[in-house]
């Protein structure tokens, strides 16, 4: 009873966010042959248009990406990255706001991500390359764990994902105000592990937002949580990105090839 409690209090949000108000097309939730939120087909949430939300992220990240690889400086990518992390924050409070925040977060991320690529470019070793197809095949190697039932979502994992998210986002505040945390401003053995922590908490957060996914459609809530749930999946790749970065980084000692 425990854990359905705390599985159902961790998507209680999505519920109450957008779920279609009893009594709407004059039927009730409870009434037998309805979906618990009878939205109609065209405004119900999919799980196909939300993975097709996330690929014009995608998308957007990787071209803005181009250009700060290319043409942005560091005090440039760093504000972009900030701006971004802001985002991120405000989503947390006006999730509704999502289909305007995701896509500008992807464009500032990219930036960032592009002109950080750059400096780890230099590091030689084919890294950004690397990172890249790794972080591709990270989110296809869990999505088809999470589609095929080798890996169930469960309360722990939910908590875990939260925490880690939480204890990210910490360090990443402290890094913003000037402050030394162990591994993130250097590479060797604290920025691997380091590194892989932060891929672990990625990992966790991807087989959450694939839950959220499914769990979304099976309800039937509004089609408009579709973009949170795009954005939460685009935060968390971002995050595989920056931590195999990392770990190529470290695992190669900072040195140039």
Excluded at 4 to 32: C, H, L, N, W
Excluded at 199 to 209: E, P, R
Aim: include cysteine; proline fraction near 5%; glycine fraction near 10%.
């Amino acid at each position: 009873m425990a854990r359905k409690s705390a599985m159902q209090s961790a998507f209680g949000r999505i519920e109450s966010e957008y779920r279609q108000p009893a009594g709407v097309f004059g039927g009730d939730p409870a009434t037998p042959g309805l979906p618990p939120y009878p939205f109609a087909p065209e405004t119900r949430f999919s799980a196909a248009r939300t993975y097709d939300k996330l690929i014009v992220l995608v998308v957007l990240a990787l071209v803005s990406a181009a250009v700060g690889y290319v043409a942005v400086p560091s005090g440039v990518a760093f504000a972009c990255m900030a701006a971004a992390f802001g985002l991120v924050l405000v989503s947390w409070f006006r999730m509704q706001w999502a289909k305007v925040i995701a896509p500008a977060y992807s464009i500032l991320e990219g930036v960032a991500l592009g002109a950080v690529s750059g400096a780890y470019s230099t590091l030689g070793h084919g890294i950004v390359p690397l990172a890249i197809v790794f972080t591709a095949a990270v989110f296809v190697a869990t999505l088809v764990l999470y589609r095929t039932g080798l890996v169930r979502v469960t309360p722990r994992m939910m908590s875990l994902a939260m925490i880690g998210g939480f204890g990210i986002m910490v360090v990443a505040l402290l890094s913003f105000v000037g402050l030394s945390v162990p591994g993130v401003n250097s590479f060797g053995t604290f920025g691997l592990l380091f590194g892989i922590f932060a891929l672990a908490v990625a990992v966790l957060n991807l087989f959450t937002d694939f839950e959220w996914v499914t769990r979304s459609e099976a309800i039937g809530v509004s089609a408009e949580g579709e973009w949170p749930a795009a954005f939460a999946m685009m935060t968390a790749l971002v995050l595989v990105y920056i931590s195999m970065l990392r770990i190529l980084a470290s695992a190669y000692g900072g040195r140039r090839s």
